[in-house]
T-cell receptor, first 112, second 113 residues
């Protein structure tokens, strides 16, 4: 069936470090892929998305490329800030309906 | 994109009671989703609510425990019935706009004592 696997957290980095949060998926067809972010005490916000292979989603300095050959959608940022501390969720949308399949979430902690 | 007003934002309830969570959307949307997010975990879909039809529940969730109403295209409620401490969680509503636009309410943090 369809599933999303994220690297386990928490991930702890120093400010200005390079960030990668791995996300791989299993799906039939051609799903759309998403990264959502949940800041402490807040709701979920869409960070970026990609709807077809080789698409690159980007927002707020974050990027992720839809790699069909490796079934991956890794989240990257070149230089993280303390304000990036949050929980990041990878998700996919199945072809045939609008349900989202969620990864377990990765907590990111950025230390000054 | 749509704006969702979800309330209450948090509540502490006695076991055996029920709580109704409301989501109001500032535009008409066909599909609304209700999720549960248990502490430190990912989101689990409870049900999909379309206006004018019965909600579709995911495996492990039943209408008697989580009745849902969807009286029009801008509003929905989720009731958590006969609560136990295991129901302590964050409950979120979500809508989809267009092909890939998902918006979430700010969540209801429920504690059952």
């Amino acid at each position: 069936g369809n599933s999303v696997t994220q690297m386990e957290g928490p991930v702890t980095l120093s400010e200005e470090a390079f960030l990668t949060i791995n996300c791989t998926y299993t799906a039939t067809g051609y799903p759309s892929l998403f990264w959502y972010v949940q800041y402490p005490g807040e709701g979920l916000q869409l960070l970026l998305k990609a709807t077809k292979a080789d698409d690159k989603g980007s927002n707020k300095g974050f990027e992720a490329t839809y790699r069909k050959e490796t079934t991956s959608f890794h989240l990257e940022k070149g230089s993280v800030q303390v304000s990036d501390s949050a929980v990041y969720f990878c998700a996919l949308r199945k072809d045939s309906n609008y349900q989202l399949i969620w990864g377990a979430g990765t907590k990111l902690i950025i230390k000054p | 994109s749509a704006v969702i007003s979800q309330k209450p934002s948090r509540d502490i309830c006695q076991r055996g009671t029920s709580l109704t969570i409301q989501c109001q959307v500032d535009s008409q949307v066909t599909m609304m989703f209700w999720y549960r997010q248990q502490p430190g975990q990912s989101l689990t879909l409870i049900a999909t609510a379309n206006q004018g039809s019965e909600a579709t529940y995911e495996s492990g969730f039943v209408i008697d425990k989580f009745p849902i109403s969807r009286p029009n295209l801008t509003f929905s409620t989720l009731t958590v019935s006969n609560m136990s401490p295991e129901d302590s969680s964050i409950y979120l509503c979500s809508v989809v706009e267009g092909s890939d636009g998902y918006t979430f309410g700010s969540g209801t943090r429920l504690t059952v004592v």
